[in-house]
């Protein structure tokens, strides 16, 4: 209560107002009132000095003085509510205050509900945790003891990883173990910590380490892709730890301490041949540890999970399948080439660095963000090549229907020659697609020329290289070469290029010789 005799006394020595309200520990607007309402009503010092506070305040402020009552909250339902996802207490004092409305009661203000909030949590010891709410995180770690299967051929010990995750809510665990801590073993973890859980998160909390955040400074944090990705698929959120702070995912670097010791350090004397024989063991043990009553609470992590599961998001109808992203440049093939195969994008990209998400199954390639080709991945023999019509340029696609069988067979009906010239043709590019026009305008000569003619050029052409060219084999029918009996003095031709001939040395020497 405000000490108004205090005021008047001081108002009395002439302390200016400002001094006064910090001396009585209110505002200088209190001070001015409480001068004003007694001068108003002819109340100075010395009238006040034989009244007490109280008194003097039923005279400053008659009818003022009754207690307020105000309507209690029911602290056990607030508590119960602030568990649930997505619930302040702001929401919760709103709602009571609609509740005090409808019934005329008096509630509280927000600073008071807020604080007689916090008074009854800690008389009461609520053992709820109000920093985590069910369903709401996922933390994640690799445990620093690592367990060993033993080599079955050189009885050499091999390390296993154990990957831990843990509800900080419920202390729910799962643990698994990997022989590897690369990408694939940390993206597969988390499905299968998904999977064992029944249910996604909507937060997921992990260390630094590069197969998860790929940078994280005080200005900006960068996820890596393949782990942005399968966030995405299950619609969680990664929000990793501060660098050198394990007390931002507490609860799982103490949960992996004791994974260690109860499991891990429990099994040191067993040995184990195979990855499956010990995860079937770390399984059995989890289960184990999960229904292990609390020391210093009721229930258990297993009982607490049925409560929290509800709360998990649902599992998407697929799981995430693990995808390899890398970089490349559009050929001027218009293909991208990915282990050893060939997949074609739209010619306008040629030249263009795309981004490429390779899984068991697809290859994908973007641009910008934005996909622009999708392909059945190749396996087998390497040198493959996948093309779409459509991305071919207009000058291709005229021969989009053919294939390299279908020029063979009618090159073969004109003649031997012929089709080996086509062969060398379809041979010549690193997509066979490139050479049909050249293949389609060397067989039209024989409509030309006639077929038999056209088989002669080619023989002809063959005679002088191996690596003929439609321009020479043209060049041959025009000048009527094709009709002429070879002979042994048949000039010699050296191969330059695969257009171009000149006369050897040999040639000239027979020359001077006759």
């Known amino acids: 209560m405000t000490n108004y005799r205090e005021i008047l006394r001081l108002y009395s020595l002439g302390i200016l107002k400002q001094d006064i309200a910090k001396s009585c520990a209110c505002s200088r607007n209190t001070v001015a009132n409480v001068v004003k309402l007694a001068g108003e009503k002819s109340i100075d010092w010395e009238a006040a000095e034989k009244l007490t506070n109280t008194e003097l305040a039923e005279k400053l402020f008659p009818g003022s003085q009754k207690q307020t009552v105000y309507k209690i909250p029911d602290w056990n339902y607030v508590h119960r509510e602030m568990a649930k996802s997505g619930v302040t207490l702001s929401l919760l004092w709103a709602e009571y205050c609609e509740q005090c409305g ?21 008389k009461t010891k609520a053992t709820m945790r109000i920093g985590h709410k069910p369903g709401e995180v996922m933390e994640v770690d690799w445990a620093g003891q690592t367990a060993f299967i033993r080599n079955t051929d050189t009885g050499q010990p091999i390390k296993a990883y154990v ?8 202390g729910y665990t799962y643990a698994e173990a990997f022989l590897s801590q690369n990408q694939q073993a940390w993206i597969q973890a988390h499905v299968n910590a998904y999977g064992y859980f029944g249910g996604v998160t909507r937060i ?9 955040i790929t940078k994280h400074s005080r200005n900006e944090v960068v996820i890596n892709k393949t782990y942005q990705e399968m966030a995405e698929h299950y619609r969680t959120a990664v929000i990793p730890t501060r660098i050198n702070s394990p007390k931002g995912k507490a609860t799982v670097e103490r949960n992996v301490g004791i994974i260690s010791t109860w499991i891990i350090a429990s099994m040191r004397n067993q040995q184990f041949l195979s990855l499956w024989e010990l995860n079937t063991d770390i399984q059995l043990r989890l289960k184990e540890f999960n229904s292990k009553p609390f020391q210093k609470r009721e229930g258990s992590r297993a009982g607490v999970f049925e409560e929290e599961k509800m709360y998990l998001l649902s599992l998407p109808e697929h799981h995430y399948e693990l995808a390899e992203w890398k970089i490349a440049t559009v050929q001027f093939n218009y293909h991208i080439a990915v282990d050893g195969n060939n997949y074609s994008v739209p010619y306008e990209y040629i030249k263009q660095k795309v981004n490429i998400r390779l899984t068991k199954r697809v290859v994908e390639v973007f641009f910008a963000g934005n996909r622009i080709s999708s392909h059945t991945r190749l396996y087998g023999r390497t040198g493959q090549y996948s093309t779409y019509e459509e991305h071919m340029p207009k000058g291709h696609r005229e021969y989009a229907v053919w294939n390299g ?32 026009k050249s293949c389609m305008a060397l067989l ?7 077929a038999l003619r056209l088989e002669q050029a080619c023989e002809k052409a063959l005679s002088f290289t191996s690596r003929p060219s439609l321009k020479s084999i ?34 000239y020497r027979r020359k001077e010789e006759s």
């Not at 990957?163 to 419920?170: D, N, Q, R």
């Not at 997921?204 to 998860?212: I, S």
């Not at 000039?491 to 257009?499: D, H, I, K």
């Open 102 to 122: 409808q019934s005329g009661a008096i509630p509280y203000q927000t600073t008071q509900f807020y604080k007689y909030y916090s008074e009854y949590v800690q």
């Open 163 to 170: 990957f831990v995750a843990v509800l900080p809510y419920s």
């Open 474 to 507: 043209q060049i041959i029918l025009k000048s009527g070469q094709a009709n002429q009996p070879q002979t042994g003095l048949a000039p010699v031709l050296q191969e330059t290029s695969a257009s171009r001939f000149t006369r050897g040395g040999e040639y």
């Open 444 to 450: 039209k000569l024989s409509e030309t020329h006639s």
């Open 405 to 436: 069988e279908r020029f063979l067979n009618w090159a073969g009906k004109i003649g031997e020659h012929t089709k080996t010239v086509v062969q060398f043709f379809l041979s010549r590019s690193q997509v066979e697609q490139q050479e049909y």
């Open 204 to 212: 997921l909390v992990p260390d630094n380490l590069k197969t998860g």
